[in-house]
C-alpha cells in the first residue's frame, strides 16, 4: 500500500511539473504573439525623417587597381613589376587587409548574438548556518552535496536589436573594404608618379651629358683659334664657364636620381639599393600621349574610393541610428538550466537528483535620465556630418577630375610648342657656332646659343614628365576601376 501511495504521488508531481512547463512555454508564445503591437508601437513613436538606412543603388562596382592593369598603357615592363611588388610588400596595404579582417571579425561577433549562450559546470559545496541567527539557541544547519549542470541565456531578437547591431558593423565592414581600394589607388599611383619622376631626372641626366660633349667640343675650337692667333682667351673662358656650368648640375641630378630610388624603395617594401639593378635598365621616359575617352558623369566618379568610402561611413551612421533606436525598445531574453545535485557523487544521476528552471523575461528601460534620448540625438548629428562630407567628396571629386584633365589638354598643347623651341634654339646655336669658326660673329651668341638651347631642352623635359604625371593624376582623379587608357 506505501508503495502504490508513493507511485501515486511520482506520478502526480510528474503531472503537476508537466504543466509548470506547458505553462512557461505558453506565457512565453503570449509574450511573442502580443509583443509585435508593442513593437509597432513604439517603431511609430520613433519614426523621424532621418532614414534607418542608407546606400545608393549600385549601377556600377569598384575595381582595385590590380585588375585593371593601367599602367599597362605606359608599356614599360619594369613599372609592371614595381606596381606588382608594391602590391605585395607594402606595409599600407598590409595594414588595410588587417583592417578588412577585423572588420568581418565584428560581423562575426555582432551574428553570435541570433544564438544562445551554454555553459556548464561542477561543484561541490560545504556550508554551514549559524544556529544563532534567530534569537534562540538551535542547532546549527550543515549541508554537504555535488552538483552538475548546464545553463542558457538566449536573447530572442523580437524587435530586430541585434539585426541592427549587425548591419551596423556590416557596414564599417564595407567602409574597411572601400578604404583598401583607396589604398591600393593611391598605391599604385605613388609608385607610377614616383617613377615619372626618376624616369624625368635621368632624362635630365643625358640631356645634360649631351650637351656637355657639344660644349667640350666648342671649348676645343676656341682653344685651337686660340692658338692659331684667330681668337682670344675671352673666347676660351667663355667656352668653359657654360661648360663647368652644366657640370655643376650633374651632382644635384643624381641625389636627386638616388632620392627618388629610395623613395620607390620605401614604396614597394625594398631597402635603399635592393632595386637599383632593375631601375636602370631603361632610363626612357614613357611615352606620354595618350588618347583619353573619358567621359565624367556622376555615375563614373562613384567608382572612386574616396566617394565610396563616405557612401559607406554614410550608411554606418544611419545604421548606428537604428540602434540607437532599438534600445527604446523591450527586449526577451529567455533563460534556463539544468542540472543534477546530491549528497554523493555517484547520486548526481538518480532519479531524483533533477533540477531545472525555464525563465521567459521581457525587459523595458523606461527612463534612463535622457541618456538614450541624447544617444540617438547624436547619431543623428553623426549622419547629417557624414551627409555633408560626402557631399564635399563628391564636389572636390569634380573640382580634380575637371582639374586633371584640363591640365593634361595644357601640357601637351604647350609640349608641342616647346619642342618646336628646342628645334630653333638648336638651329640657332649650330648657325652661331658656324659663323663664328668663320670669323663673322662674336663668341657671345655661340654663348646664349648655348644657354638657350640646354635650358630650352630642359623645360621640354619637365613638361614631358609633367605630362606622365598628369595621366596618373588622371586615373587618381577617376577613380580606375575601368580601362582609362586606350
Known amino acids: 500500500m506505501t508503495h502504490i501511495c508513493k507511485s501515486t504521488f511520482a506520478q502526480r508531481h510528474s503531472y503537476i511539473d508537466l504543466k ?5 512555454f505558453f506565457t512565453l ?19 523621424n525623417p532621418v532614414p534607418e538606412s542608407w546606400q545608393l543603388e549600385r549601377q556600377i562596382f569598384q575595381t582595385i587597381p590590380t585588375e ?56 561541490w559545496t560545504k556550508a554551514q548556518e549559524s544556529g544563532a541567527v534567530y534569537g534562540t539557541e538551535s542547532d546549527r544547519l550543515k ?38 581600394d583607396a589604398v591600393m589607388v593611391s598605391l599604385c599611383a605613388n609608385v607610377a608618379s614616383a617613377y615619372m619622376q626618376l624616369r624625368t631626372y635621368q632624362e635630365e641626366i643625358r640631356v645634360a651629358q649631351e650637351h656637355i660633349e657639344s660644349q667640350k667640343y666648342v671649348c676645343k675650337i676656341t682653344e685651337a683659334r686660340f692658338e692659331a ?5 675671352l673666347d676660351v673662358t667663355q667656352a668653359k664657364v657654360v661648360l663647368y656650368e652644366t657640370e655643376s648640375t650633374l651632382p644635384t641630378l643624381e641625389a636627386n636620381v638616388r632620392t627618388m630610388k629610395n623613395s620607390i624603395a620605401l614604396l614597394v617594401g625594398k ?55 532599438k534600445d527604446f525598445l523591450p527586449t526577451l531574453t529567455l533563460a534556463g538550466n539544468i542540472g543534477t545535485s546530491a549528497i554523493r557523487a555517484d547520486g548526481l544521476f538518480g532519479k531524483h537528483s533533477l533540477t531545472y528552471s525555464i525563465t521567459p523575461q521581457l525587459s523595458w528601460t523606461l527612463f534612463e535620465g535622457l541618456s538614450r534620448n541624447y544617444a540617438l540625438s547624436e547619431a543623428k548629428l553623426q549622419m547629417e556630418s557624414a551627409i555633408d562630407q560626402y557631399n564635399l567628396t563628391v564636389m572636390t571629386a569634380i573640382e580634380e577630375v575637371d582639374n586633371a584633365l584640363v591640365n593634361y589638354e595644357a601640357l601637351l598643347k604647350a609640349i608641342e610648342l616647346q619642342t618646336r623651341v628646342v628645334s630653333e634654339s638648336k638651329k640657332s646655336m649650330e648657325l652661331s657656332f658656324e659663323l663664328y669658326r668663320s670669323g663673322l660673329t662674336m663668341f657671345t651668341n655661340v654663348v646664349d646659343g648655348q644657354i638657350s638651347w640646354l635650358t630650352n631642352q630642359n623645360t621640354l623635359t619637365t613638361m614631358q614628365g609633367e605630362a606622365l604625371a598628369s595621366l596618373i593624376n588622371i586615373y587618381k582623379a577617376l577613380g580606375g576601376g575601368w580601362q582609362v587608357f586606350h
Do not use: C
Request: no cysteine; glycine share 4%.
Open 20 to 24: 509548470k512547463i506547458l505553462r512557461l
Open 29 to 47: 508564445f503570449l509574450i511573442v504573439v502580443f509583443v509585435e503591437p508593442i513593437k509597432s508601437e513604439i517603431k511609430d513613436y520613433l519614426e
Open 68 to 123: 585593371d592593369a593601367w599602367w599597362d598603357s605606359f608599356h614599360d615592363p619594369i613599372l609592371t613589376e614595381l606596381i606588382e611588388m608594391a602590391v605585395a610588400n607594402n606595409y599600407n596595404v598590409a595594414s588595410a587587409i588587417k583592417r578588412i579582417e577585423m572588420a568581418s571579425k565584428e560581423v562575426g561577433m555582432a551574428k553570435s548574438s541570433y544564438y544562445p549562450t551554454l555553459s556548464v559546470a561542477g561543484s
Open 143 to 180: 549541508s554537504s552535496y555535488f552538483s552538475l549542470g548546464a545553463s542558457m541565456n538566449w536573447e530572442l531578437d523580437v524587435f530586430g536589436r541585434v539585426y541592427s547591431n549587425v548591419k551596423e558593423k556590416k557596414a564599417a565592414y564595407n567602409v574597411a573594404r572601400a578604404d583598401y
Open 229 to 233: 692667333d684667330l681668337g682670344n682667351m
Open 271 to 325: 631597402y635603399p639599393g635592393e632595386i637599383d639593378e632593375l631601375l636602370d635598365r631603361d632610363t626612357y621616359l614613357p611615352e606620354f600621349r595618350q588618347t583619353l575617352e573619358i567621359g565624367v558623369p556622376a555615375e563614373i566618379l562613384r567608382r572612386r574610393p574616396d566617394i565610396m568610402e563616405a557612401e559607406m561611413e554614410l550608411a554606418e551612421y544611419a545604421a548606428a541610428i537604428g540602434v540607437a533606436k
